[in-house]
């Protein structure tokens, strides 16, 4: 009896197993829609980036190529967009210099957005 209820098992997982894989192939992936990322509102044509530290705001144009969207920063290069385009252009223009450590970019918001943890009375 306990081989039996074995082997039943073992098919419901052999199934479960076929299931699972199934329907994620049949899923689309960003990147095969065309998006590394989900994207923010891009349909103004260009986006605003407000300073982490009081330097302001500042505004560039966003195109669309193949690959994902771009950022014009002020000097005029494009940049490409990381998490989303608006975090792009603050880390690399109002932000440049407050954002990086030893030469690396550590002030980049993550997946979470900008979480910030204070502590105080």
């Known amino acids: 009896m306990s081989a039996i209820s074995q082997l039943q098992r073992l098919a419901v997982a052999a199934g479960l197993i076929a299931c699972t894989v ?5 899923v689309t992936m960003p990147a095969e829609a065309g998006w590394r990322r989900q994207p ?3 349909s103004r044509g260009y986006v605003v980036a407000e300073s982490r530290y009081g330097n302001g705001t500042v505004s560039g144009p966003i195109r669309m190529r193949r690959l994902g969207p771009q ?3 002020p000097g005029g290069t494009w940049e ?5 385009c608006s975090e792009t252009l603050r880390v690399e223009s109002i932000d440049f210099w407050d954002s990086r ?4 970019v550590t002030d980049e918001c993550g997946i979470f957005g900008c979480l910030e943890l204070k502590f105080g009375y």
């Open 22 to 26: 199934m329907l994620i192939s049949s």
């Open 71 to 73: 950022v014009r920063l």
């Open 101 to 104: 450590q030893d030469g690396i």
């Open 40 to 42: 923010e509102d891009l």
């Open 80 to 84: 490409w967009c990381r998490r989303t």
